[in-house]
């Protein structure tokens, strides 16, 4: 299996390929890294979060499936233009439409872990998001 990775601000973010949400969090990040995230008013952060998160899964869920028989490579959702497109369609006044995924399916998570034989470890889950995107959008406040 070969890692997918995209750059936020000085970072290296590596994250397992297609099928599963590591697209999805890069998508996410490469859209955030085009704004002064800091500098928003917390609505704003966390309207602009949920913005480029819902971008990010419209895409994965439209595009993403088994690698062996995709026709798409994952590195165009990646790439700056398509960033750009997103970052375009996005308002900070007003929620985009709601989509077919934006109602739960199912409540189920799948969580990965991996180690490699020098203890270096690394896992990826939709429960694990959640957790980190509370601490890092809403602080204190713990709104998520």
């Known amino acids: 299996m070969q890692p997918i990775s995209a750059q936020y601000h000085d970072h290296d973010v590596v994250e397992c390929p297609p099928n599963g949400q590591g697209l999805a969090a890069l998508m ?24 480029a998160t819902k971008a990010a899964y419209r895409a994965r869920d439209a595009f993403s499936c088994d690698p062996a ?25 007003r929620a985009s439409a709601p989509a077919t995924w934006d109602d739960i399916e199912h409540r189920d998570t799948v969580y990965v872990t991996v180690v490699d034989r020098d203890l270096n470890a ?23």
């Open 69 to 93: 028989t995709s026709k798409v490579d994952p590195a165009a959702f990646l790439a700056d233009d398509y960033i750009g497109r997103i970052r375009s369609k996005i308002d900070m006044g």
């Open 28 to 51: 996410t990040l490469r859209t955030l890294a085009g704004y002064d995230v800091g500098s928003l008013a917390q609505a704003d952060r966390i309207h602009l979060l949920a913005e």
């Open 122 to 144: 690394g896992g990826s889950g939709g429960t694990a998001l959640l957790c980190l995107r509370r601490r890092v959008v809403a602080g204190d406040d713990d709104i998520a």
